[in-house]
């Protein structure tokens, strides 16, 4: 390299930024929140990171990244503890960031950003050379909570307090269960919760994934180790993110399976006799909120609740008296406790009084053909019309049921219940960590030279501390309690949640010359518990003289109820649920000129036991076919009615699965990684690597999984256990899924920096849905023989009652529900990446231009190949789901993002986000989703994926009022200063576009006839479904839409409405005061929502639904939240 240009270049790095892919898609670096809950796949593109200039003052820097993927755009505060002096940076697109101190001191580090949990470290710098490292991992929030904090970047929120408030949901008739989460207020600590990606940093295809993070049996099993955090004694200032290719690193976790170091050190850190530490409370009021926004224009009732959040933490030099004293023993220890009764409001569509009588004589087809004509119910024994529509008798098991369903309290036919109330939620974390070194000074001491990795692409390291350096041993523990109440629409309906968990970790990790290596061990169990109102309490079926369902009492409860016309009756499934995950992790790396290489690899061993009945109790799907007039057997339109066949006990489809008590899963998984960081010249580098994955398909320790062996073209299924030898196919292995060992992933990232102001970055990889396999082999349990398992569906040769809903069958009848392709592919992903940067120092601004594009292939889809367009193909063959992995996905996205750093005082940001995504995958991994609407038409599925949202809008800022010390005003009038300063007002303002909702048939008799229900798609009538005004009681024009005729698919595509936007401002406003000898109090008010502005969320587009055409759940109105906060 000429002189000149290494003198140019001296002190100066490029790192390589990661793009690795979580529960979402990225949209340019914008996170959208799929609809399916998705599984984790790891993605480490490494690209470069800009240029830092060597400091002037001291220095604080570090990484800021979410389950070690880097953050882009995080807010990082240093403030100083005495002056209350603070210094704002927000990171760069590989989630680094610098803050140069001009005084020496002890400093609070915090990193806010949105939708995530906030960050606070606490540092001290000894004089203005000296050097600091921070790296933060950042925790996602809870799904209801992410809805209120997305609305709240730059509001402030500290580290260790309690997070936003739930949203007071209006939830969806159809979707009763996720109202109950909705409304379930969940506190995020650095624990045993699972790790997403950010809502600016790049994330995964949501169309490849599983569950959010947890992916096999629920414990983070796609976690992946790459890499290690910055050693004992190290000033390395320039590193980059240290990690395999796609691998997760094991940065600091504050107490989970990753990580080991701690914010407060040794000799080299705060006072080494003194302790610091913080405590918080956190309060929410009913009485400071607003109403919840009523759907049905009745005045709105608000329930009486409250929110209380306490957070304590203390950490420092390991002193016991007479036992113990040393530096090099540093310990950090927190509590989080919560306290809370969650708002819960919902609105249901009941039977009237008269209804539930037997009296139809007012009742009116709500819509399709004879849309508000009176019903015509037909006697189900004579097949003649009912006098006035009034019945002569009531099924003595539906009146039982009757008692499960509650009265309407408003008036009308649609949305007449509504349930208000509050929900008790309580959790205790305490989380303690060690840190102890070996040799050398305590933690947090800065040395120059680094490791290999600093100034000159490791030169730096050639000519110095070759020799051996400190070992760090590192300690962490958590443990984690919580009990929550389930909640329902129906007061008869309810249940309690437990969880216990404990997590350990131990770390090693040593150094000598240019070589260093890191060893952690970690073991994680959890217990899970779910109960409803009668398990051991009350046998609800029995009493209603219900047979052929399970009479063991911990399965107790209500059956499940579905109709057309109202809202649904379903119990919660009771389960017992203990996992246990063995983790062994071991990463090096090593320097050499312009090379960094690092290799590693990791073993876990993960079991699952589980207890569980899918539908014990029964489900009854109620239609109207039975009480309506006949044509050649088929039912006529118009004519029959979904509670009168209740009412006379008349379902007609029923399923049923209980029995096989414990199942133990087991299974295992392994990667290994080699990545090379190879810095070509000054200004351009490389990062290439390849990706080793392997997860072995599930199996259960008794042998008890049972597959389907079809024949091609589905024209004979067989059930097989595993192991055995399938007589259409041959044999199956003990999973009953072939292992699928060819998950090499290369990765490949570039950084160029083309001038001191532009630079150009680009990645290309691959990755792999390693989560699939948890929930199919789930799914393969719970099958006969070792379970009863039907799906029955009337006819005049098995004639299905309330009562005898499920006969006895043949022997050789095949009842099994599920298959899955013994072939299964696990899906993989193809990520590219360009990204443009763009510095203009003299407005002090970034600009940045994305574009991700993304490829899915062998995603999940579910289908239903037992059946033909009116009824089952298959004689002996009860309806099946079969899930195969030939789907795929396409989606790209620009993006365009400003920042304007902090400069007297305010601090601006924002972006704009340009995407579409498709594909034809109706289930990630088996973790639910509609049915295939035609098993051998898959490409009439490919549409809009769930999660596609076109415009995203995003801007924030942040104000410091200008009085006080140091400020622009009232800087020399001491009082008046003291009583103005510190006051900052921050808030922000997202907008964006509706979600796709399809236009699906509820209750068809055709769909029902062939073992499903919901997966026939609606025909288009040629009249847009676009209204210019629309509303709650009419948000799209419902005549766009029809039922086809009987044999028939639905025409209409997938995802063709869209859904309500959002737009949503939040604000707050603090108050800093600072004490002598570091003490500072915070107080805070902040405000979600604060404009009042109603934030509709879901619609129902079931036609046949009472409620079709409306909108169906509502986000929470203002909230706002007190806190205080005490450091010390």
Not at 526 to 547: H, K, P
Not at 624 to 644: I, K, M, W
Not at 715 to 729: D, F, I, K, W
């Amino acid at each position: 390299m000429p002189t000149t240009f290494t003198r140019i270049y001296k002190d100066k790095r490029l790192n390589v930024t990661q793009l690795r892919y979580s529960s979402y898609v990225v949209v340019g670096g914008v996170a959208v929140r799929s609809l399916f809950i998705a599984a984790l796949i790891l993605m480490d593109i490494a690209v470069l990171a800009a240029m830092q200039k060597s400091a002037s003052g001291g220095v604080v820097q570090g990484i800021v990244q979410s389950g070690n993927t880097p953050i882009p755009g995080v807010t990082v505060t240093a403030t100083h503890v005495v002056t209350g002096e603070k210094l704002v940076t927000t990171t760069d697109i590989h989630g680094q960031y610098q803050i140069i101190v001009p005084a020496a001191g002890a400093y609070v580090i915090e990193a806010s950003m949105t939708a995530f949990a906030p960050a606070i470290k606490e540092t001290e710098i000894k004089d203005v050379s000296s050097a600091a490292r921070l790296d933060f991992d950042l925790m996602l929030l809870s799904r209801s909570q992410q809805t209120s904090a997305a609305r709240n970047r730059a509001l402030g929120y500290r580290s260790g307090r309690a997070q936003a408030l739930p949203a007071t949901e209006t939830p969806s008739e159809t979707s009763a269960q996720q109202a109950a989460g909705d409304a379930t207020e969940q506190l995020n600590t650095a624990g045993l919760l699972p790790n997403a990606g950010s809502a600016d940093a790049p994330t995964e295809s949501v169309a490849v994934l599983g569950n959010t993070a947890e992916t096999m049996f629920g414990n983070n099993f796609d976690e992946r180790f790459g890499g290690f955090p910055l050693q004992q004694g190290q000033a390395n200032t320039n590193a980059p993110v240290i990690g395999g290719p796609g691998g997760r690193g094991a940065g600091p976790r504050g107490g989970r399976g990753g990580g080991g170091f701690f914010a407060i050190g040794g000799r080299g850190g705060l006072n080494a006799d003194r302790p610091r530490g913080n405590i918080s409370y956190t309060a929410g009021d009913s009485v400071l909120d607003a109403r919840p926004y009523s759907l049905t224009g009745q005045p709105a009732v608000q329930p009486a609740y409250n929110q209380n959040r306490l957070s304590a933490s203390i950490g420092g030099p390991l002193k016991i008296p007479k036992l113990v004293s040393s530096t090099n023993t540093n310990y950090t220890f927190t509590y989080n406790g919560v306290r809370l009764r969650n708002p819960y409001d919902a609105f249901s569509t009941v039977p009237s009084l008269g209804e539930r009588q037997g009296d139809f004589s007012q009742t009116l087809i709500r819509s399709g053909i004879g849309a508000g004509t009176p019903v015509r119910i037909f006697d189900p024994v004579t097949h003649s019309p009912l006098a006035d529509n009034k019945f002569p008798r009531i099924d003595p098991a539906a009146a039982s049921l009757m008692a499960y369903i509650p009265e309407p309290n408003l008036p009308g036919e649609v949305q007449n219940f509504h349930y208000v109330t509050a929900v008790t939620n309580k959790s205790d974390d305490i989380n303690l960590r060690l840190n102890h070194t070996f040799g050398g000074s305590g933690f947090g001491q800065a040395r120059q030279g680094g490791f290999g990795l600093g100034r000159g692409g490791g030169r730096a390291a050639a000519g110095r501390n070759q020799g051996p350096r400190p070992t760090n041993l590192n300690f962490g523990l958590q443990y984690h309690k919580s009990e929550n109440r389930l909640s329902n629409p129906f007061p008869s309906v309810g249940g309690r949640n437990t969880a216990q968990g404990l997590n350990t970790t131990l770390g090693l990790v040593h150094s000598f010359g240019r070589f260093t290596d890191n060893l952690r061990v970690n073991y994680n169990v959890n217990r899970t518990a779910s109960t409803n109102l009668y398990a051991f309490q009350e046998d609800v079926a029995a009493i209603a003289g219900i047979t052929g369902v399970s009479r063991s009492p911990f399965d107790w409860g209500i059956p499940n109820l579905a109709f057309t016309n109202f809202t649904g009756l379903a119990d919660i499934r009771p389960s017992t649920r203990r996992d246990q995950t063995v983790q062994i992790q071991n990463g090096a790396i090593w320097s050499r000129g312009r090379h960094a290489l690092r290799w590693g690899g990791d073993f876990r061993w993960i079991q699952s036991n589980l207890q569980t009945d899918q539908n014990a109790r029964g489900s009854f799907t109620f239609t109207g076919a039975r009480t309506a007039a006949t044509n050649q057997g088929l039912p006529v339109e118009g004519t029959g009615y979904d509670f009168a066949d209740f009412l006379f006990g008349l379902p007609q489809l029923t399923s049923i699965q209980y029995g096989g008590g414990k199942y133990y899963f087991r299974g295992t998984s392994s990667d290994l990684f080699v990545q090379d960081d190879w810095r070509l010249r000054g200004n351009v580098t490389f990062n290439l690597g390849l990706r080793y994955e392997y997860v072995s398909p599930v199996r259960e320790l008794n042998n008890r999984l049972v597959n389907l062996d079809v024949a091609p073209g589905f024209t004979a299924v067989v059930p097989v256990l595993s192991g055995q030898v399938g007589p259409l196919t041959g044999i199956f292995p003990l999973s009953l899924i072939k292992p699928d060992r060819n998950n090499f992933a290369p990765r490949i990232g570039i950084a160029w920096r083309i001038t001191n102001r532009e630079i150009v970055r680009a990645g290309y990889g691959i990755n792999y849905n390693t989560g699939a396999y948890g929930s199919l082999g789930q799914q393969l349990a719970f099958q006969p023989p070792f379970s009863v398992t039907q799906t029955n569906v009337h006819s005049a040769l098995q004639p299905l009652t309330l009562q005898d809903g499920f006969p006895t069958l043949p022997p050789e009848t095949v009842t099994n529900n599920f298959g899955v392709n013994r072939d299964y592919r696990i899906g993989y992903v193809q990520i590219w990446n360009l990204d443009i940067q763009r510095e203009f120092q003299s407005a002090n601004l970034t600009l940045n231009l994305d574009y991700t594009g993304t490829k899915g292939t062998h995603l999940d889809v579910i289908e239903a190949p037992n059946r033909t367009a009116t009824g089952l193909r298959i004689p002996g063959v009860q309806p099946f789901n079969w899930e195969t992995s030939e789907a795929n996905s396409t989606a790209h996205s620009a993006m365009i993002r400003v920042r304007r750093r902090l400069q007297a005082g305010i601090q601006m940001g924002g972006s704009y986000t340009f995407s579409k995504s498709i594909d034809n995958a109706s289930s990630v991994a088996g973790a639910g989703g509609v049915v295939a609407q035609n098993a051998f038409d898959l490409a009439a599925e490919r549409g809009l994926s769930n999660f596609d949202q076109t415009h995203r809008l995003s801007v924030d800022y942040i104000w410091e009022l200008p009085f006080g010390h140091e400020k622009r005003f009232l800087a020399n009038t001491p009082y008046i200063a003291r009583l103005l300063a510190g006051w900052q007002l921050s808030g922000n303002w997202n907008l964006a576009s509706g979600m796709p909702f399809t236009a699906r048939v509820l209750g068809s008799f055709t769909d029902v006839n062939r073992g499903t229900n919901g997966t026939l798609r609606a025909n288009a009538t040629g009249i847009s479904a676009d209204l210019p005004n629309p509303t709650v009681t009419e948000w799209f024009n419902t005549a766009a839409f029809v039922v086809p005729p009987i044999g028939q698919f639905g025409n209409i595509g997938r995802n063709t409405l869209r859904g309500p936007s959002t737009s949503v401002f939040g604000l707050a406003v603090s108050k800093t005061i600072s004490f002598a000898d570091g003490r500072t109090l915070e107080l805070r008010a902040q405000a979600s929502n604060i404009f009042n502005t109603p934030q509709f969320r879901t619609i129902d587009t079931n036609l046949n639904s009472s409620s079709f055409g409306r909108v169906t759940s509502v986000g929470s109105m203002r909230k706002i939240q007190l806190m205080a906060r005490f450091r010390f």
